[in-house]
């Protein structure tokens, strides 16, 4: 069975400061992974995807994450946090075929200060 | 424009009385979703749909009814709504690898 697991609910960044928002996933067999993002008020938005091409996936809003098989992570970074970036955003891992079922982490929510 | 519509938006009812969220895309998109959003659970899939009359149990149905009959409509019905049914429901269409989400539908039952 899939799961994904979001290493920390809450994370604190100040403007300019380097994002970084962990996700672990386990699969048993390749897995297709997704970073979305949600915004107060509203619907999932697909920041970036990784299936089965480059390991370093580069996503909207200046946000990649990068997959690594050895630590069954895909963790989402920026380099310079915006206030803008401030949501909640979540992992979730497709098992074997971009057509399977998503699994969700719980969420990470940002809050980026001045 | 592409997107999934939910209605209502934000629902308020009382234990026991029927209620249905539809949902609608524009996409043409064969499978279909609904999830619920809690606190700390991120979303957890109720019901899918991989077409017109075929639809399966996700992680939580209990409580939950779906009916798909056209490609475009895909409601959520809860017959007998409970306080734990409490949440934020998204429905969701998805074209390949990528989801479409609608604006999600905050409903409490008191």
């Known amino acids: 069975a899939q799961s994904v697991t979001q290493l920390g609910s809450h994370v604190s960044v100040s403007e300019g400061a380097l994002v970084l928002l962990r996700c672990n996933y386990s699969s048993s067999v390749p897995p297709y992974l997704f970073w979305y993002v949600q915004y107060p008020n509203q619907g999932l938005q697909l920041l970036l995807k990784y299936t089965s091409a480059a390991t370093l996936v580069k996503g909207i809003n200046g946000f990649e994450a990068e997959f690594k098989k050895s630590e069954t992570s895909f963790h989402l970074t920026k380099p310079s946090a915006h206030m803008s970036d401030a949501a909640e955003y979540f992992c979730a891992v497709s098992e074997g075929t971009s057509y399977g079922k998503l699994t969700f982490g719980q969420g990470t929510i940002l809050t980026v200060h001045p | 424009e592409a997107q999934v519509t939910q209605n209502p938006r934000y629902l308020i009812t009382v234990t026991g009385k029927k209620l249905t969220v539809t949902c609608s895309q524009n996409m043409n998109h064969e499978y279909m979703s609904w999830y619920r959003q809690d606190p700390g659970l991120g979303l957890r899939q109720i019901y899918y749909?991989?077409?017109?009359?075929?639809?399966d149990k996700g992680d939580v149905p209990e409580g939950y009814k779906v009916s798909r009959k056209e490609k475009r409509n895909f409601p959520l019905i809860l017959e007998s709504p409970s306080p734990n049914q409490t949440s934020l429901y998204f429905c969701?269409?998805?074209?390949?690898?990528?989801?479409?989400f609608g604006p999600g539908t905050r409903l409490t039952v008191l």
């Open positions: 749909s991989m077409n017109v009359e075929v639809t």
């Open positions: 969701a269409s998805r074209r390949g690898n990528e989801q479409f």
